[in-house]
């Protein structure tokens, strides 16, 4: 297994669980922001190069950054029930495209979420 991991993989993987560690709830959000659009450009770019199984990692590492969003709120408050509405169409449509990728679908929902997470840096 390790032998399969690139050394982009694997300073990935580095950066990422340091930058975990110590976070507070916000910074947390922003980072799962982050790595939804990461992953989800990741995955058009595999898409475009006809790279199937980075795709596909991509599309799970984007399936994994939206449940820990869903898994993060809390509540049943209007902005609650706003945002498991927003995570859980976002999860539909990452889902739909691991068996029919939808690369505009996609698109929009990768730019709708670098919006939002600028957004939310900018407050």
């Not at 799962?32 to 595999?46: I, K, M, R, S, Y």
């Not at 950054?65 to 709120?73: D, Y």
């Not at 169409?89 to 929009?108: G, Q």
Request: one cysteine or more; aromatic letters at 4%; a negative charge.
């Amino acid at each position: 297994m390790l032998g399969r991991v690139s050394p982009h993989e694997a300073y990935r993987r580095v950066d990422f669980d340091a930058r975990v560690n110590g976070a507070d709830s916000t910074e947390l959000v922003h980072l799962c922001f982050e790595h939804l659009v990461g992953a989800l450009g990741t995955a058009l770019h595999a898409d475009a190069i006809g790279d199937g199984e980075l795709k596909s990692r991509s599309m799970t590492r984007a399936l994994t950054a939206v449940t820990a969003l869903q898994m993060g709120v809390a509540g049943d408050s209007g902005i609650a029930s706003a945002l498991n509405q927003v995570y859980a169409a976002a999860r539909r449509t990452i889902l739909d495209s691991a068996t029919n990728f939808a690369r505009e679908k996609i698109v929009e929902l990768r730019n709708d979420f670098q919006e939002i997470g600028q957004a939310m840096q900018a407050g």
